[in-house]
């Protein structure tokens, strides 16, 4: 039934804009995408909306109150959800009340769809077994340490902007993301100077150091030695 009800709006969008004057049954599957935590659904039922709305004419105005009603039990299906508040930080639902109530003509539209889209980001992000974005980050550092990594590239890759990214980061991990950076440079380093003969030189600039001052005192600051005594401290092990 929940599919069909679904393939009705998607499929069928202008059969339903000839039987409501508001879109009530848009709203009702897209609490219900909300409830089943389904991003892709979400995001069809709200593009759904948001195209009645257009044919409607619905943002130059009438639809006010409706706009803010929507965005209220947004908030509430929202608010009954285990999505860690971390990612509920993302949606701000009575933020968007405030502007909706001082917004007027496309400015309402373009608040709408920012708002949807930062709903389908928290679905995605509360499914940590799949769209988790801070195993995403800590993924792609791991697997990148040796390359230039700018909070950009890491917002890019998960979808958020970088300022929410770098504080989710932050919250979940406990450190910040230069510093989980740095973090796992040094690692590596201290495992090519255990098991390799490079040069510590080398050694720094494959871990992504381009500075050897740099990697000297950031090295010591997470080992509380320099990369030279961890080499000599192996050797003396070894022997």
């Known amino acids: 039934m929940r599919q069909k009800g679904r393939s009705s709006i998607t499929d069928n969008i202008s059969s339903i804009r000839a039987q409501l004057a508001y879109p009530h049954d848009i ?6 995408s909300l409830a089943l ?5 979400f995001a069809a039922d709200s593009a759904a909306y948001i195209d ?3 044919h409607k004419g619905g943002w130059a105005g009438g639809y ?3 706009l803010i009603n929507t965005v209220y039990s947004m908030g509430r299906q929202l608010g009954r959800l285990r999505i860690p508040d971390a990612v509920l930080e993302l949606v701000d639902c009575e933020g968007y009340i405030f502007q909706l109530e001082r917004t007027a003509g496309d400015k309402l539209r373009n608040l709408m769809e920012e708002l949807f889209h930062r709903i389908s980001l928290a679905l995605q992000a509360s499914e940590p077994d799949q769209n988790d974005p801070v195993e995403a980050v800590c993924s792609y550092i791991q697997n990148h340490f040796a390359q230039e990594i700018s909070l950009n590239q890491l917002a890019d890759i998960t979808h958020f902007s970088p300022g929410y990214i770098s504080r989710l980061f932050h919250r ?4 910040t993301l230069r510093n ?3 973090q796992i440079r040094v690692e590596n380093a201290s495992q090519m ?4 003969r490079k040069g510590v030189a080398d050694i720094a600039l494959d871990c992504g ?3 050897l001052s740099h990697f000297y005192r950031v090295f010591k600051q997470h080992t509380g030695i320099t990369p030279k005594e961890m080499r000599n401290r192996e050797g003396k092990n070894e022997s």
């Open 27 to 32: 709203v009702e599957t897209m609490l219900q």
């Open 37 to 41: 935590k389904d991003a892709a659904l």
């Open 52 to 54: 009645f709305l257009d």
């Open 64 to 66: 006010n109150l409706f």
């Open 172 to 175: 979940r991990v406990g450190v």
């Open 180 to 182: 989980y950076i740095s």
């Open 193 to 196: 100077l255990q098991l390799s």
């Open 209 to 211: 150091f381009r500075n």
